[in-house]
């Protein structure tokens, strides 16, 4: 069966500092990993993905993510945190067999002080 | 070229009412899945539709709640019935195709309050 953990619940930092937001998944099939963000009484909107071209994968906003099979992580980053990305953010995996849904982690919820 | 669209974006209904959500995917978009977000949890799968077809229900509870994706119209979520425990955001996503490289784009949500 396939699943997604992120490893923190919340990750406060401050503002112009660098962002960690880690994640880890298992499979037994080649994955395509997903970066959402949601911000408050917002829908989801999509970061960055991976869909097995180059490990690390650029997204919007400044964001990336690496893809590292060896350790089966996916973790975001970004080099400097803004006000404007506190929010709440969902790795996300889905596999070729698995007729399309999505598995969502549990989300990591940012917080970005002054 | 609209987004995914769901309304009502809040629903509160007593327990015993039905609740029906909506969901308008993106043009050109055939397939629309449906995903429920209880307080404080990710996401969870509830129902993946083509036009006229179910494809996959699996997160789907067995009673109660039905979902149709019809030739003419918006993709329906339909909960029978409901309890306090059905209160929840409702997200309707949709894509183009069943490529799993692709991301599927959501809607606003539909907020659903059981009194």
């Known amino acids: 069966a396939q699943s997604v953990t992120q490893l923190d619940s919340h990750v406060s930092v401050s503002e112009g500092t660098p962002v960690l937001l880690r994640c880890n998944y298992s499979?037994?099939?080649?994955?395509?990993l997903f970066w959402y963000v949601q911000h408050p009484n917002k829908g989801l909107q999509l970061l960055l993905k991976?869909?097995?071209?180059?490990?690390l994968v650029k997204g919007i906003n400044g964001f990336e993510a690496e893809f590292k099979k060896s350790e089966t992580s996916f973790h975001l980053t970004k080099p400097s945190a803004h006000m404007s990305d506190a929010a709440e953010y969902f790795c996300?995996?889905?596999?070729?067999?698995?007729?399309?849904?999505?598995?969502f982690g549990s989300g990591t919820q940012l917080t970005v002080l002054p | 070229n609209a987004g995914v669209m769901q309304n009502p974006r809040h629903l509160v209904r007593r327990r015993g009412q039905e609740a029906r959500l909506r969901c308008s995917p993106m043009?050109?978009?055939?397939?629309v899945y449906w995903y429920r977000q209880l307080p404080e949890e990710g996401l969870k799968f509830m129902v993946y539709?083509?036009?006229?077809?179910?494809?996959?229900e699996s997160g789907m509870p067995k009673e109660r709640f039905s979902a149709e994706f019809p030739k003419e119209g918006p993709s329906i979520l339909r909960i029978q019935q409901v309890v306090r425990g059905d209160s929840a955001a409702y997200f309707c996503?949709?894509?183009?195709?069943?490529?799993?490289?692709?991301?599927?784009?959501f809607g606003p949500g539909t907020r659903l309050t059981v009194l």
């Open positions: 991976y869909t097995s071209a180059a490990t």
């Open positions: 996503a949709s894509s183009p195709n069943a490529d799993s490289y692709n991301e599927q784009f």
């Open positions: 043009k050109g978009h055939s397939h």
């Open positions: 499979s037994s099939y080649s994955p395509s």
């Open positions: 996300v995996v889905t596999f070729s067999g698995s007729a399309r849904q999505l598995t």
């Open positions: 539709l083509q036009k006229e077809n179910i494809i996959d």
